[in-house]
């Protein structure tokens, strides 16, 4: 049983890998915008189609919140980008709604991302999706997007949208108690507020009973996302929506955590036909030092449907990430191709491409912290890079968009 309930684009996120910071159920008031503070922009999507988007809450009744005790059912955020008809008097949705921004402005300073602590207005920048926009007509691929570890699906964005103006539908997933902020339509008898934020405190990869948690779950999440598009006319979907689904051509694509449910759920449900990780790890940690790490099922058996393993020369963990992916190539032959970025860091498969730069160029970051994020790559490549390679694969092994 499930809840389905629209909610306007104002909900769609730009996150953080809020990865050392554990914030408490209720988050405090951030600082207001300031005068002169840099709004940061996104790319704009390729495709010929202008870009619809809506945002759909779901609760799966079957499961319970594996990250808090106290919720007896799993919630999930969704956004659906997708090939609008007329968008006519529609303005660009906003990215960042208030109550995330007021969210994202504690976690900001904190984490992997280096990002400033003030200097942002976060809640001031815009998608190039217009929201409950019609869908444009025809029957399209569908793509499943789970972001990183910590990260909310917002950071995703650019991506999603260009995916989705070449003509697909994507749809990107939070996974609350994991993503640093996931907005939901209101409040519950369970859950007192409407922004729910992380339980991570530090890498979740540094704790191996949170890391096989925090996988598990979004392998469950995405096989219930899958469950629910089976039957796509009993969710509250735009006008034409629906239709447009073609359960019969489905993706799925994730960045580091979200990479690596990616190819497990390619494992374990053959309705994904086609999977991309983006420098996901392929096992489990070491239970104890000095132990071995647990492959995944996925690693231990291979695949027989395709695969690509995308990553950075920039790193920092590729030897721990090398492996994993050599015993899955190993098993699978020529069904898993493997490509790296170079000059690139492991965000540069997420918004950040686009917006460390920009905090860069206004002083607000410095170069060696740029570098550690997204590496010395420029967005003007490393953008339209990493949509080729995700749109190819899949145009290649989803049928023609």
């Known amino acids: 049983m499930t809840s389905d309930f629209p909610i306007g684009r104002r909900s769609l996120l730009l996150g953080s890998a809020a990865l050392t910071l554990g914030l408490g159920a209720r988050p405090a008031r951030a600082a207001a915008a300031a005068p002169g503070d840099v709004v940061l922009t996104l790319p704009a999507p390729t495709g010929r189609h202008p870009v619809g988007c809506r945002s759909v809450y ?72 217009f929201a409950d926009a019609p869908a444009l007509p025809g029957r399209r691929p569908v793509l499943l997007y789970s972001p990183g570890g910590g990260d909310p699906r917002g950071l995703g ?29 209101g409040t519950t008898a369970f859950r007192d507020e409407p922004v729910r934020t992380t ?28 469950d629910r598009l089976a039957r796509p006319a009993e969710l ?19 960045h580091s955590a979200g990479g690596s449910a990616a190819a497990e759920v390619l494992f374990e449900d053959r309705r994904v036909h086609a999977a991309v990780n983006l420098e996901g790890y392929l096992d489990h940690p070491p239970p104890a030092p000095g ?8 690693t231990r058996h291979g695949v027989d449907r395709p695969l690509l393993l995308l990553g950075t020369e920039g790193f920092d963990h590729r030897p721990e990430l090398d492996r994993s992916w050599s015993a899955l190539t190993a098993r699978s032959g020529r069904l898993v191709r493997t490509a790296r ?61």
């Open 291 to 298: 132990g071995a790490p647990e492959p995944f099922p996925v």
């Open 157 to 185: 964005t650019s991506l999603a949208e260009d995916l989705a103006g070449h003509g697909a539908v994507v749809v990107t997933v939070d996974h609350p108690g994991d993503g640093a902020a996931v907005e939901f339509p």
């Open 58 to 129: 779901l609760v799966d009744t079957s499961r319970r919140d594996p990250w808090d005790s106290a919720v007896p059912v799993r919630e999930l955020m969704l956004t659906f980008f997708y090939p609008a008809g007329d968008i006519t008097g529609l303005a660009p949705a906003p990215q960042l709604p208030p109550p995330t921004a007021n969210a994202f402005g504690q976690v900001a300073p904190y984490g992997p991302l280096r990002l400033p602590a003030a200097g942002v207005d976060w809640a001031a920048t815009l998608s190039h999706s």
């Open 341 to 401: 970025i170079a000059d690139a860091g492991h965000w540069v498969f997420t918004d950040c491409a686009a917006t460390i730069p920009q905090l860069q160029a206004a002083g607000l970051t410095t170069r060696a912290e740029r570098n550690a994020v997204i590496g010395r790559i420029a967005p003007t490549v490393s953008i339209p890079k990493v949509r080729r390679l995700v749109r190819g694969f899949f145009e290649e092994h989803l049928g023609g968009w």
């Open 199 to 226: 339980v991570f405190r530090g890498d979740p990869r540094d704790r191996p009973e949170v890391f096989r948690t925090m996988i598990d779950t979004r392998v469950a999440d995405l096989r219930f996302v899958l």
């Open 236 to 254: 509250p979907l735009p006008r034409g929506l629906a239709a447009a689904i073609d359960r019969h051509r489905i993706g799925l694509y994730g």
